[in-house]
């Protein structure tokens, strides 16, 4: 099993670009999440998918869409990006979610690293 | 709003010695926590998630303590090694709600 993938690892953009970023599980599971990383600020959920075909806001959703392709893909896009972007994008998953159980343990993607000029 | 606290942000240990790693959150309503590692430059490696209902969790030189009542979860690594220098974090999922809140980290290096 690959886990968690995210294409690309690399992305450099000018201000006013527009991309998608990619991620895709192989784990089976029912939800999907994206964060940012930034120095000093920690890890902050931008969108997720609980099921295919379900997404809600986080903590940080303004500037970016999302889309829950099928169970195993969920993508990120920046409309117009802007230099407030760059930072590290982080895909995760569960299986699901379920009260005391492991199915709620998380598994993450290796990151994308934007640059927005 | 759920807040995470780790501290100290960083720390540096000689190598064989124990480190214990400390997580507070304000919310004590959670289904589980769980502890990461982060290697610079990588993705997060889940290394224990432990439930509410659960006092501790094993893996390995890997032990992961829970007291839910006062808000505090303790990380400890054995014998630690050089490979062992990363970041650590903690999560805590809260009831009714299907996200993780995250705590800044515990930046550790182990000296050889």
């Known amino acids: 099993n690959a886990g968690v993938t995210q294409t690309p690892k690399f992305q450099v953009l000018k201000t006013g670009q527009s991309m998608t970023l990619q991620c895709a599980q192989d784990?089976?599971?029912?939800?999907m999440y994206w964060y940012r990383q930034d120095p000093g600020m920690g890890l902050r959920l931008i969108y997720y998918?609980?099921?295919?075909?379900?997404?809600d806001k986080g903590e940080v959703p303004n500037g970016y869409n999302v889309s829950r392709l099928n169970k195993r893909e969920f993508s990120l896009r920046l409309e117009s990006a802007a230099p407030s972007q760059t930072s590290v994008y982080f895909c995760?998953?569960?299986?699901?979610?379920?009260?005391?159980?492991?199915?709620?343990?998380?598994?993450f993607g290796p990151g994308t690293r934007l640059t927005v000029l | 709003k759920q807040e995470v606290t780790q501290i100290p942000a960083a720390l540096s240990v000689p190598e064989g010695e124990n480190l214990v790693l400390n997580c507070s959150f304000t919310?004590?309503?959670?289904?589980?926590l769980q502890w990461f590692r982060q290697d610079p430059g990588k993705g997060l490696t889940s290394l224990l998630l432990?439930?509410?209902?659960?006092r501790e969790q094993t893996s390995g030189r890997l032990n992961a303590s829970l007291d839910k009542s006062s808000g505090r979860s303790t990380l400890y690594i054995a014998a630690s090694q050089p490979g062992d220098s990363a970041t650590y974090l903690c999560?805590?999922?809260?009831?009714?709600?299907?996200?993780?809140?995250f705590g800044k980290g515990n930046q550790v290096v182990v000296i050889p």
């Open positions: 999560a805590v999922r809260e009831y009714g709600n299907n996200r993780l809140a």
């Open positions: 784990m089976n599971h029912n939800s």
């Open positions: 995760a998953s569960t299986k699901g979610f379920v009260s005391g159980s492991s199915y709620n343990e998380q598994f």
């Open positions: 919310d004590s309503a959670i289904y589980n």
């Open positions: 432990i439930q509410s209902s659960q």
């Open positions: 998918s609980a099921s295919e075909g379900t997404t």
